[in-house]
């Protein structure tokens, strides 16, 4: 079988990297897999037996989308003369609109990958008008794709919802290698005294992580357990904001600490006594999986895999999200109780044991829901 995907990880560029492994991987399943990467800058075509990344370089988006649609073209025509052919693209926006037109024209079955949660609340759509017209675009295409591929049940349910076909999705979540997790070895790099509790959240300083709702959720827990102190471990947009909210919260002494990106995340995280997601939508939160199998309980929103994969009550406490007073309350309980810690604790390492899974068996199954297409 041979696959041309529609991908934008611009790492792939790199072969030292994670992302250019995978699709070397994937190519070994195959008979052949191209996968074409807009870029604005010019970038060297990778050949690995039977894998190609071809460069797609534009200064906008009107012109990468014509390069991209007759480079994919002429591929799709050339590999159609050679056996079965599937189309794959990594969004259902702009790159689904592409991928619908190259599949109506060249009679190719197309699988549109859906990563992130867009359609089980109204968050994200109302962040602006163009995620309300991209929302549009979104269902456009998904209810005209051949297949779909999500990575949670959360997903899969929202779609059905607006129209999708429940047998046109597939419900496969992130790889994910979790040895490093299991494994960690505590490697703090905040300060630690005895009987200090460390809440710990990393990801990217960005709107919808609402960081802002944690701040003011250990605000008011912190008014009660004054022995603690919040870890913010990351980069972005929302950086500042986060800054003058602590800073006007804690004008001295303030327990909230943050840090830039670290690389050592597994050991952060077994250093840390709760982990907190406090996001308004996620596609998967793979993050909690990864606190699980460091052995961390966690207090999060109710997005991405809560409920599916983390538990209410047996790896942590969920509650709805944009409410602090709920947060504030699963903040306060786990951080009084250490008996409650050390049993979500313990049950995240056990089922993070037994969900870690192989490259291998992870590639297996991706391509198995590109050769459904073809059959």
Known sequence: MHVIALGHDKKMFDHASRAFARQVAYAKELSSLHVFVPTSKVESSLVSNQLTIHPV?????????????????????????????????????????????????????????????????????????????RAALGLFVLRRATGIRVVSKRIAVSLQQRGVAENRISVLPIESDLRDFLTATAQPIWPTEPGMVTVLSVGRFAREKNLPLLVKAFYEMQRVHPHTQLVLIGEGPAESAVRKLVTSLWPTHSPVRLYPWQTHI???????????LSSDHEGYAMVLGEALA?????????????????????HGLIVPTRDVEAYANALSRLVSDTQLRTRYGTAGVETMSRFAQSGDTYTKSLVATWRSLVR
């Open 57 to 133: 370089v534009g200064k906008n988006f009107l012109m990468v989308g014509w390069k991209v649609t007759r480079a994919m073209y002429r591929q799709l025509r050339t590999c159609q003369q050679l056996g079965p052919t599937v189309l794959i693209v990594q969004s259902p926006f702009e790159f689904g609109l592409l991928g619908l037109l190259l599949s109506r024209i060249t009679r190719v079955p197309l699988q549109v990958q859906v990563h992130g949660d867009f359609y089980s609340g109204p968050y994200w759509r109302t962040e602006s008008w163009g995620n309300r017209i």
């Open 294 to 314: 460091a052995g961390v309980p966690v207090v999060a929103t109710d997005v991405g895999c809560a409920g599916e994969l983390v538990l209410p009550d047996v």
């Open 266 to 276: 597994a050991s952060l995280m077994k250093a840390a006594d709760i982990y907190a």
